[in-house]
């Protein structure tokens, strides 16, 4: 399969759950028991403008690839015609690119690449953060 030809909303949608399961067992792993507590902490790193913050980490910090911010790109730049109603367009168009570099990468079987941004954004995105 050749995941460079895959739409890449396809992607970003794989990549959406993808990532989500990435911060799911990070929170879980950090101590955090109750559903409550996790789904709130949760949001700083799956909402679209908390995508959208971490995405111009990497790319402002220097850490993605030329191959990466193409695919971020071809996510960020793809046509839609509707976006949801509490982010604006911009940020979810970002986020849409993050999803889609995730996507990309499990599909191209780069999981240790995954875990490397993942590993980044635990380490110095949340210092940066915090």
């Given at each position: 399969m050749n995941v460079k030809q895959i739409n890449v909303i396809t992607l970003a949608y794989l990549g959406d759950a993808i990532y989500e399961v990435y911060v799911r067992n990070y929170l879980i792993n950090k101590g955090i028991a109750k559903v409550e507590e996790l789904q709130k902490k949760a949001i700083k790193y799956v909402s679209a403008k908390g995508q959208?913050?971490?995405?111009?980490?990497?790319?402002?910090?220097?850490?993605?690839?030329?191959?990466?911010?193409e695919i971020v790109k071809r996510g960020r730049n793809y046509k839609r015609e509707?976006?949801?109603?509490?982010?604006?367009?911009?940020?979810?168009?970002?986020?849409?690119?993050?999803?889609?570099?995730?996507?990309?990468?499990?599909?191209?079987?780069?999981?240790?690449?995954?875990?490397?941004?993942m590993n980044l954004i635990w380490e110095e995105y949340n210092e940066k953060d915090n």
């Open positions: 959208s913050n971490i995405l111009n980490y990497l790319i402002d910090n220097k850490y993605l690839s030329d191959e990466e911010i509707t976006h949801p109603k509490n982010t604006d367009i911009g940020t979810y168009k970002m986020a849409t690119g993050f999803e889609t570099l995730i996507g990309y990468l499990y599909l191209d079987d780069k999981k240790t690449r995954i875990d490397e941004i």
